[in-house]
């Protein structure tokens, strides 16, 4: 399906590695949200609106069961066709979105179930309609806040991990990516344009960024890589959610036995830490 | 308590809303909803009792709390006598015990057989005792929710309930217990303003009208709500309900919500595929 060629090593060390995996991130046959919702959970019921103001088709969030397993799911839907895409915003999450995820995780919370984020946005709205609503503020208001949910919480970046957008839901015990997503601060475009007022260096903003997951495994900024079929997660949705089910359940039964209290002080020791220069350590 | 066998049965029903001629029979095999354009009737306690939960079960509570008239207002304790001899209910709500596809919980229904399903003192004190009572029992909780609102003949008595519900509601999620809230045909007034818009999850039926201020009430403001308003579909768009249902797919998602509050896995759930896939509704991005 794929005409993207894909280095045989996990590694991205080139500029055109780096770039290659944005490229597949946003490969427009990419399993989104949706298509692994579809093959790894049961029983799925999704919840709507954030109780302010409307409910924004950008952030799918339900309760739902892996293998048996009771667990609150949130994550960035972009939409395939046209039609789709509008009514998903391009997966890019307005205020509504953000605080409809943090009102189902309270759910969950509140009856001491774990929770599931899927992150796959390139970044969240910015439009004079977020402006209006608080787009700052709940994203903000949503990674303080999930701190302090005394359930587990695990986080897969399946696609692309844009930024505010995607740490608006991505504060967990163990952070994951598939093999080619990407997580980064901005997009490379916006990158190069930013910094060299040219955004066809976008390759060069890509490496320089060390947005791969391999990048982020070294950083310290994920736990681990969830590797995928074939040249990509888009050849074989069935396996790639096969993939995702497996880490995620591996997670949440490391996870399980964790005491609230303890779980919630590593959380924020996992993110305090991040960056530190070793000379500190 | 009023049963299904006592309510007048006609061998024909009209639908209100598209004027069809419907067989009774066969209208109560659709769960009430009309066949033609989808109406849903509005359900007399003991139906909703019967379509809901599992035959039998419902033990109900509190169904003796005497008559109050804390204003000592105007034929209203006539009213409320009438009432009770016409309906054979105690009140406006039942609440009680039960069991949905097996699994134990508390259930509040309301009545708008009985004054309009309006909310002084013992509908107000029901709810309470229910969810006191499931949390000492640690059950979950569902009420159906159906009102005109504010019993006006109890005043402020009957504002006092929106409080005293509210803080019952807030003590079962301090318990970690869960609270469904479905809202139906019609839900107004102080009872959206408390318990009705607390759910963890909220339900409202398909076309169900509700908010705030009832239809009489904004008549005389003189000001003028746009058509549609207030209706259960208006609620979803703006982020007030989190499933928009019609009945016949509602004590399937009441089942497999309840599994999944409980953290148990509810049965006949194959892998993925189809059975799950039903649920999705609208959240679907198959075209």
Redesign the interface.
């Known amino acids: 399906m794929s005409k993207i060629h894909i280095p045989p090593s996990s590694e991205a060390s080139s500029e055109q590695d780096a770039q290659q995996q944005v490229e597949l991130a946003r490969h427009p046959q990419r399993p989104?949200t949706?298509d692994y919702?579809?093959?790894?959970?049961?029983?799925?019921?999704?919840?709507?609106?954030?109780?302010?103001?409307?409910?924004d088709g950008a952030i799918?969030a339900?309760?739902?069961?892996i293998q048996?397993y009771?667990v609150a799911i949130i994550g960035h839907?972009k939409?395939?066709?046209a039609?789709?895409r509008r009514r998903?915003n391009f997966g890019m999450a307005r205020a509504?979105g953000y605080r409809?995820a943090m009102r189902v995780m309270r759910?969950a919370a509140?009856?001491?179930?774990p929770i599931l984020t899927l992150i796959d946005t390139p970044g969240a709205d910015c439009l004079e309609q977020s402006e209006s609503r608080g787009i700052s503020e709940a994203i903000a208001a949503n990674q303080r806040d999930m701190f302090t949910l005394p359930v587990p919480i695990v986080v897969v970046v399946i696609g692309e991990g844009g930024s505010g957008g995607a740490i608006g839901i991505g504060v967990g015990d163990r952070i994951m990516m598939l093999e080619h997503s990407y997580y980064s601060v901005i997009a490379p475009e916006s990158c190069a344009a930013i910094l060299w007022r040219d955004s066809s260096r976008n390759e060069e903003a890509a490496s320089a960024l060390k947005l791969t997951a391999p990048d982020a495994l070294n950083l310290g900024v994920i736990d681990s890589i969830i590797s995928e079929p074939g040249e990509g997660a888009h050849t074989d949705y069935g396996q790639a959610a096969n993939l995702v089910k497996e880490a995620v359940l591996g997670a949440l039964t490391e996870l399980g036995d964790i005491p609230p209290a303890e779980l919630m002080a590593a959380r924020y020791e996992k993110f305090r830490k991040m960056g530190q220069p070793k000379e500190l350590q | 308590m009023t049963t299904v066998d006592d309510i007048p049965s006609n061998l024909w029903e009209e639908c209100p809303l598209c004027h069809q001629l419907l067989y009774t029979r066969a209208l109560e095999k659709e769960l009430w909803v009309c066949p033609k354009c989808g109406y849903h009737f509005r359900l007399h306690s003991a139906q909703r009792v019967q379509i809901t939960v599992d035959e039998g079960s419902f033990i109900p509570w509190d169904n003796d709390l005497p008559l109050v008239d804390p204003l000592q207002f105007p034929g209203y304790r006539e009213k409320v006598q009438q009432a009770r001899e016409k309906t054979g209910l105690n009140e406006a709500v039942v609440t009680g015990r039960a069991t949905l596809a097996g699994i134990p919980l508390g259930l509040g229904i309301m009545d708008l057989a009985f004054i309009g399903g309006s909310m002084g003192w013992i509908v107000g004190e029901k709810i309470a005792r229910l969810m006191e009572r499931c949390v000492a029992d640690q059950l979950p909780v569902v009420v159906f929710c159906a009102s005109g609102g504010a019993r006006m003949q109890e005043s402020l008595i009957s504002l006092m309930q929106m409080p005293k519900t509210s803080g019952a509601v807030g003590k079962l999620g301090e318990a970690g217990l869960p609270y469904i809230g479905v809202l139906t045909d019609p839900t107004y007034g102080g009872v959206t303003a408390s318990y009705a818009f607390l759910g963890d999850v909220i339900i409202a039926e398909t076309g169900a009208a509700m908010g705030f201020a009832g239809p009489r009430v904004v008549e005389v403001t003189n000001l003028n709500l746009p058509r549609g308003v207030q209706t259960a579909e208006f609620q979803y768009e703006h982020g007030m309900i989190d499933i928009l249902i019609n009945r016949q797919q509602l004590r399937n998602t009441l089942r497999i919500l309840l599994h999944w509050f409980g953290g148990t896995r509810p049965e006949h759930s194959e892998n993925a595929g189809a059975s799950s896939t039903a649920l999705l509704g609208e959240m679907t991005d198959h075209e």
């Open positions: 989104y949706l919702l579809d093959r790894m959970v049961t029983d799925f019921v999704e919840l709507h609106g954030d109780r302010r103001y409307g409910d799918v339900g309760l739902g069961f048996g009771p839907q939409g395939r066709s039609s789709q998903r509504e409809k759910i509140k009856v001491g179930h």
